[in-house]
């Protein structure tokens, strides 16, 4: 009779060893590695690497296929058609929606929101989304202005597109290019902002509100409701539904369940057949045959590839809400994304409002997409243009204050960045960063003391974003170093001009990513001037009314930035 064979698994990576060792060799976690018990190879069963059935014949049979490997060109992709969540910003990162069948991984800390996210996804598929596209610009999302150049009443309101720059728009005849942002979204303040660096001359102006194309000449298509399954662990059912009725969130076709064991969690999607199915969350789901803790990685695992294999096996779109660590990475093993087809982060900061949702993974679309959400009363709402958020409600332009265009995604978003400097107290020179890269802001500090004499050895420094913004790129390097010097100086930046490019530890002015959709985003916004490096820049051509200064070094950018008070 056979022998059991014991093995050792990695209950990080699901790799096995055949003795046990404090560390993995395979991702080099230490104490993973658990005991487990291999059953006996059955009788008939060759032993061989390749395995199989060994038959009278001596021949090595492997079975038959569940499906006969057909001509790629044969297959359909109808089944593979999204289905539109009805939330702009959702469907953003998504790609477009949810693709039937995938599996999605939804992971932030506590409290952030994903419920009340997908609570909002949930009744909005099972309502049935409505979407209003402009006959003459589809996919238009927040408002514009435009203000004709021969007469002030020739106003028209239409909503923009998810395009990068406003001339790439299919503007109706008659409609003049001179084109505004009108930030729905931001905030009072940021539109005050926005507002403020608009040229005196220009017939364009920046509203707080504005209504979009009249009902007659939008497309309205609405989606059908389809049933929706959303089972959570953590609550009881009561409390998910006093929280979907203070959000709106209540739909005739949202199925609610409260289960803990993932027999049970299929035998519901088993009963109700749902064309998506919410768990959250993964952690609190067990497999009962395993006899490994709640939330473990090894019930982490198995639990994932069961209702991945039924979601694959029925079509139907699956969500799974994961927690995350105190690093920010996803508990349970590392397999668990390998596993899914998605995998978005749901970040913020608790105390704000901004909420950031990011495709970390997606085997449908791209990973640069980034969608903004707003905390609210009322539960989350989408920002379709977050581009006044980060600015200060200062009309003038003060000292030690610089506007760069950061990258979130695809999207150029401004940026303000403040520094302020003190006399040093005593002691070692105190440095205190907010939003951006301590080391990038420290070197960028130890280039302006060395290169160009600035007295940052005896100031405490200050150097901040507004609005709780965050940007780690080296392209904020010099609107850093523009913010900080004209802090010690004393002299101002104008608000119309943004900066941008990663600075050396020699002052040279290197180049960066998406420059061309930088300037054209900034030129959007209404800023007139942008300083930037002068390698890579060449071919680089000035939108109308917008004026490219090129500098090769750190000190031809503050000559060109810094202006007397």
């Not at 087809?341 to 495709?359: K, M, N, P, S």
Request: hydrophobic share 40%; with cysteine; glycine share 10%.
């Amino acid at each position: 009779m056979a022998k059991e064979k014991t093995v050792y698994v990695c209950s990080n990576c699901g790799e096995s060893w055949p003795k046990w060792a404090g560390q993995c060799r395979a991702c080099g976690e230490w104490g993973t590695l658990e005991e487990k018990t291999m059953a006996p190879t059955p009788k008939g069963r060759s032993t061989a690497r390749g395995g199989g059935i060994v038959g009278e014949n001596g021949k090595i049979s492997y079975g038959t296929p569940n499906q006969a490997a057909r001509p790629i060109g044969s297959y359909s992709t109808s089944k593979t058609e999204r289905i539109p969540t009805g939330v702009a910003e959702f469907d953003r990162v998504l790609a477009g929606g949810i693709v039937p069948g995938a599996v999605i991984l939804l992971a932030g800390e506590p409290g952030i929101g994903k419920s009340t996210l997908l609570l909002e996804v949930a009744s909005k598929i099972a309502g049935g989304s409505t979407r209003a596209t402009p006959n003459h610009a589809p996919n238009l999302r927040s408002g514009l202005r435009l203000v004709s150049k021969d007469t002030e009443d020739n106003v028209v309101s239409l909503e923009r597109s998810s395009v990068t720059r406003a001339e790439e728009l299919e503007m109706p005849p008659g409609i003049p290019d001179e084109v505004s942002n009108l930030d729905s979204g931001s905030s009072e303040a940021g539109l005050r902002k926005l507002a403020a660096v608009k040229d005196p001359d220009s017939t364009v102006e920046a509203v707080a509100s504005q209504s979009v194309l009249p009902p007659d000449s939008t497309n309205s298509s609405e989606t059908e409701p389809r049933k929706v399954l959303y089972l959570t662990g953590e609550e009881t059912a009561e409390q998910v539904l006093s929280r979907a009725e203070r959000i709106g969130s209540v739909a005739d076709n949202l199925f609610l369940g409260a289960e803990t064991s993932v027999d049970q969690a299929l035998a519901q999607i088993e009963a109700t057949n749902p064309a998506l199915a919410i768990v959250d969350s993964i952690q609190t789901l067990t497999d009962p045959l395993l006899e490994t803790s709640i939330g473990g990685p090894a019930q982490v695992r198995e639990v994932t590839a069961r209702l991945t294999a039924a979601a694959k096996s029925r079509h139907m779109a699956l969500i799974l809400v994961g927690h995350v660590t105190k690093d920010g990475a996803v508990a349970g093993p590392r397999t668990l994304e390998h596993l899914v087809d998605v995998v978005c982060q749901f970040e913020g900061e608790r105390t704000g409002e901004l909420r950031l949702l990011r495709a970390v993974k997606n085997r449908y679309g791209p990973t640069d997409a980034v969608g903004f959400f707003q905390m609210v009363e009322s539960g989350i709402e989408g920002i379709a243009d977050p581009s006044g958020l980060f600015l200060s409600q200062t009309a003038e332009p003060v000292p030690g204050a610089c506007i760069t265009m950061s990258l979130e995604g695809r999207r150029a978003l401004p940026i303000e960045i403040e520094a302020l400097t003190t006399p040093l107290a005593g002691g070692s020179p105190h440095r205190t960063v907010s939003g951006l890269d301590y080391s990038r802001v420290s070197m960028m500090l130890a280039v302006l003391q060395a290169r160009q004499k600035l007295p940052l050895g005896s100031l405490d420094a200050y150097v901040s974003t507004v609005g709780g913004a965050r940007s780690t790129e080296p392209a904020t390097d010099l609107a850093v170093a523009l913010a900080t010097a004209s802090a010690v100086t004393g002299q101002v930046i104008d608000n119309r001009t943004v900066a941008f490019g990663e600075v050396s530890l020699t002052g040279e002015i290197r180049s960066c990513t998406a420059l061309s959709r930088r300037v054209a985003e900034a030129s959007r916004l209404g800023f007139k001037r942008a300083i930037i490096p002068a390698a890579g820049a060449a071919k680089l051509k000035a939108p109308s009314g917008f004026k490219l200064i090129r500098a090769k070094n750190l000190r031809e950018a503050l000559g060109a930035a810094l202006q007397p008070q």
